[in-house]
């Protein structure tokens, strides 16, 4: 692998949203004993929890970490219910008919672009992301076909070719956690809920899925919800329904001027 131009250690750029995927994903890459870079995206989501949780997961590990700001493509991309705040967020597990309104256009697509640049530019040779077998049904932008192909782009597009690299592709979120419960990882440190309040929901698609993870894993999630589905809630599929939009004084629910600044830890 190319080694970063500021370290002799080979280097990889990690998409990091806070999420318990990319969580393990970036303790995965350290574990690698990689020279790792963070790179998270505020790219007008509708709450910042999952970004001040990766900010502070890497000033624990001492990781340079970068938030870049990229609001101005928010009117691209906000047909949405995870970039429109109006709009009620589906409840359920994952399913196509009942969560494709959180699809957020080529968003992957367009955080890989950034996330290759990034790599050309310090001299990584990878970049790291935590498309899993879980989102398949819903996220086009997550399988395999789609790593595929943008892995050959990345190989091409710049003189520096640049690897792809999605450990998790074809696992599932209960494997993601148990290969991060054996590393001894620490799951109260990410945020999972498509909602920013200060409890996880535990009835959107994204809470019920690491619930689940969590059941399957004969394991208890450190965080804490408004409510948590008993064990047949988790395992059958409810009805299709909608949460209510949070409330505006919710501690963590964004506006579009409290975002974090595009910022860069020093590497070290």
Known sequence: MTQSATSPVPATVVIYSGGMDSFTVLHRALREGLAVHALSFDY????????????????????PHQVVD?????G?????????????????????????????????MILLSMAIAKAVNI??????????????????????EFVERMNAVAGIANFEPVRIHAPYLGSTKADILAD???????????????????LAC??????????AAFT????TDPLGY???????????????????????????????????????????
């Open 70 to 74: 990229i609001r101005a493509i928010h």
């Open 123 to 144: 001299g990584a040779g990878r970049v790291d992301y935590g498309a899993h077998g879980g989102d398949h049904v819903l996220y086009p932008d997550c399988r395999p």
């Open 216 to 219: 399957a894993n004969g394991a």
């Open 180 to 198: 991060g419960l054996a590393m001894g990882l620490d799951y109260s440190d990410t945020w999972t809920c498509y909602l920013g309040e200060e």
């Open 76 to 108: 691209l991309i906000d047909n949405s219910a995870l970039t429109d705040a109006s709009r009620d967020m589906p409840d359920g597990d994952y399913a196509s008919d009942n969560l494709s309104a959180t699809v957020v256009p080529n968003r992957n």
């Open 44 to 63: 007008g989501q509708r709450h910042a929890r999952e970004l001040e949780v990766a900010a502070h997961v890497c000033r624990e590990l001492d990781v």
């Open 226 to 268: 408004l409510q948590r589905p008993d064990t047949a809630a988790t395992a059958q599929r409810p009805e299709a329904g909608y949460l209510q939009r949070p409330d505006a004084t919710a501690t963590s629910t964004r506006s579009d001027t409290d975002a974090p600044e595009s910022r860069e830890a020093p590497d070290v």
């Open 202 to 211: 535990g009835r959107c698609g994204s809470c019920r899925e690491r619930l």
